[in-house]
């Protein structure tokens, strides 16, 4: 069973491969080194499908993330968060997938790689 | 991308010789499994996923024996290549509809300094899509004799 950390960051990577799928120039690239691609149509109802099984508050959390920055979700190495910067006060573990932590600087959704 | 820039991308742990996989999915599966008990990823699951979505939106068999399963995710710091051969071959949807002998799975974050994605998953069709170069790959048992190939593919180019 995947976690609710799990699930936001599967959500994230399916987001990005939408709006990477959706640029035509990484699209024409990839066509011309000889990747077949469909339209992302179907992408979009797996996204909807993804998003129905995650808790309310934490989808609304992620969506005002996602508007507000590039990616919701930021990597933390050594206790430092990758999009601002910051060092965090107490220290992610990746094995630790259920609790969802918050950035203290920037609030984006912390996950530790 | 330099040549010397594009075998870096290829390391020993994250070679696999004999891939015991029958389909494409459970192929995916041991490849990440692979790297997460080498602790280049922490996370096996989300991977599998983002790398099952991108085969949704069209399969990586791109012909020819090959396969480049590919796709950004969150839980990786670094651009990853593995690479293995199934000796039996695997049903992998390809454009040719053979089976696929040679898999290059590639991981990278969302944002890279250097920008070599899609420039490495270039270059990585352009090398196997030597007739030459395949023959010689099915023979390839370790990584230093990959590495082998790849210099070769280079020096004839």
Known sequence: MTSRLEQIIILQDLDLMIREMSDHATTSQLRKIGFELDEVATLRETRADIASKIDRDLLNTYDRLMKRYPRAVAPVRSGVCLACFIKQPTQLSASDLEKVRFCEQCKRILYAI | ?157
């Not at chain 2, 454009?95 to 250097?114: G, N, S, T, W, Y």
């Open chain 2, 1 to 157: 991308m330099t040549h010397k820039e594009f075998t870096s991308y290829f390391h020993p742990e994250f070679f696999i010789a004999d891939l015991k996989a029958t389909s494409k999915d459970k192929a995916i599966e041991e490849i990440v499994a692979h790297l997460v008990e080498r602790r280049q990823i922490k996370n096996g699951t989300v991977v599998v996923e983002a790398l099952k979505k991108r085969e949704s939106l069209g399969s990586t068999g791109i012909g020819k024996s090959l396969a480049i399963p590919h796709g950004r995710t969150t839980v990786t710091g670094k651009l990853t290549v593995a690479y293995a051969r199934s000796i039996a071959g695997i049903s992998w949807e390809s454009i040719d509809h053979k089976p696929v002998h040679f898999i290059f799975l590639i991981l990278a974050p969302h944002q890279e300094k250097e920008n070599h994605y899609l420039p490495l998953l270039g270059k990585i069709v352009e090398f196997a899509r030597d007739a030459a170069v395949r023959k010689r790959l099915l023979k390839v048992e370790t990584h230093e004799e990959l590495l082998g190939v790849l210099d070769g593919a280079k020096a004839a180019s």
